[in-house]
């Protein structure tokens, strides 16, 4: 079971008899759908559909636990205190609180769920640590490689915030969003885009022939950009790409480049059709 501590995470609480309504009202996933002892991934939107902040969301005790980038996090707090009103409920910050990741492990019932929550990204069990009691004894370059084989894209490594809507990086197909919950932030454009079929933008996992050039390279077809690679981890990585400009180039027969390396691109299992032009198969 490979243990990894992954840097530059921060947790924000948001505790108290209120916590569960102000949170279902702002963020994008269904919190009615979030159980003890997993975590989901979720983002709080600009109104204009665009993910402002991204993290992983869990219970614990009377509120929620959000695992966010450290770097953001003091920003993240002050946007969340201007939601909170007059609701009862306490938003804080954790002071030194490492984030560890395990995977390969099939033993969920001897977790503390307090303090353990599996990953809902994943197909297979991955959970996340919270507290100082837990080692690492492999590489967080391990962490993102797994990351890469499923196709988890995270901000900053595979995409900006304030860049990117939830359905580019397949959001409302793996429990970040709540299509049918209500109201949040952004709501309206991500339902548009959903019942429009508008993304056209969709994550996808590359692999190329020889090992990859840097994150930021242009993916390209025929000379025109598709897209740019985000996580890169040897000859595997991440991007997001104009899927029926992908769709075309593969129905044509056109070699797809990251820089000059010739690539393939696959989707996770659960996500759209690749050569349907970046149209979901589920909502």
């Not at 548009?192 to 050039?213: C, E, F, K, S």
């Amino acid at each position: 079971m490979p243990t990894a501590q992954i840097a530059d995470r921060a947790v924000l609480l948001v505790t108290g008899p209120d916590a569960e309504p102000l949170l279902q009202n702002v963020i994008t996933p269904d919190l009615s759908a979030l159980n003890e002892g997993e975590a989901r991934p979720g983002t709080l939107l600009t109104p204009q559909g665009k993910i402002l902040f991204d993290f992983l969301i869990s219970r614990t005790g009377d509120g929620f636990r959000l695992d966010c980038r450290s770097d953001v996090a003091p920003d993240f707090l002050k946007r969340l205190m201007l939601y909170r009103l007059r609701a009862k409920a306490e938003i804080s910050l954790e002071e030194q609180s490492p984030v560890h990741v395990s995977w390969q492990t099939d033993s969920p019932a001897s977790w503390d769920k307090s303090t353990s929550v599996a990953d809902h990204r994943f197909p297979e069990t991955v959970v996340r640590h919270y507290g100082e009691d837990v080692k690492a004894d492999a590489p967080e370059e391990e962490w993102h490689r797994l990351r890469v084989a499923h196709g988890v894209a995270e901000s900053g490594s595979d995409y900006t915030l304030g860049d990117a809507f939830p359905h580019d990086i397949l959001y409302d197909q793996n429990g970040g969003v709540g299509l049918r919950k209500g109201c949040f932030v952004g709501q309206e454009v991500v339902s548009r885009m959903q019942h429009r079929g508008t993304a056209r933008r969709r994550l996808v996992i590359v692999h190329g022939d020889a090992p990859l050039p840097a994150s930021r390279t242009d993916l390209t077809a025929n000379g025109r950009a598709l897209g740019a690679l985000g996580t890169v981890c040897g000859n595997d990585g991440l991007a997001i790409l104009r899927i029926d400009k992908a769709a075309s180039a593969r129905q044509a027969g056109t070699p797809i480049l990251a820089g000059d390396i010739p690539v393939t691109l696959t989707v996770p299992a659960y996500a759209f059709t690749l050569d349907g032009g970046g149209e979901a198969e589920t909502a």
